[in-house]
Nanobody, 123 residues
Framework: QVHLVESGGGLVQIGGSLSLSCAASGRTFSSYSMGWFRQAPGKEREFVTAISRSGASTYYANSVKGRFTVSRDNAKSTASLQMNNLKPEDTAVYYC????????????????WGQGTQVTVSS
């Protein structure tokens, strides 16, 4: 069992930046590939990015590539998502999740989820 808690969401202007954190507790954090997803009102949960167990490999959705950066610190059992040049379409609840599948993009491959943190981008 892994318990995940996101933090760092909030309201930001267009072009601004936010950094999200995901703190894990329970089973060994480094055993899991980590992913970030987001869900806007009325839309399906959408893959944002994933990072491998060691942190050596990452994968991004085209919509965030070049603007978002995922990282992890296995010693601190945390994952982070740095979001730059934010756009209104980035507005959503952001979730971190843990998977036994490396760099999985489907939410069905993730076993554990955080409660989510709201990110709102406005003018």
């Amino acid at each position: 069992q892994v318990h995940l808690v996101e933090s760092g969401g909030g309201l930001v202007q267009i072009g601004g930046s936010l950094s999200l954190s995901c703190a894990a507790s329970g089973r060994t954090f480094s055993s899991y590939s980590m992913g970030w997803f987001r869900q806007a009102p009325g839309k399906e949960r959408e893959f944002v990015t994933a990072i491998s167990r060691s942190g050596a490999s990452t994968y991004y959705a085209n919509s965030v590539k070049g603007r978002f950066t995922v990282s992890r610190d296995n010693a601190k059992s945390t994952a982070s998502l740095q979001m730059n040049n934010l756009k209104p379409e980035d507005t959503a609840v952001y979730y971190c999740a843990a998977s036994n599948v490396a760099l999985a993009t489907s939410p069905h491959n993730y076993n554990y989820w955080g409660q989510g943190t709201q990110v709102t981008v406005s003018s």
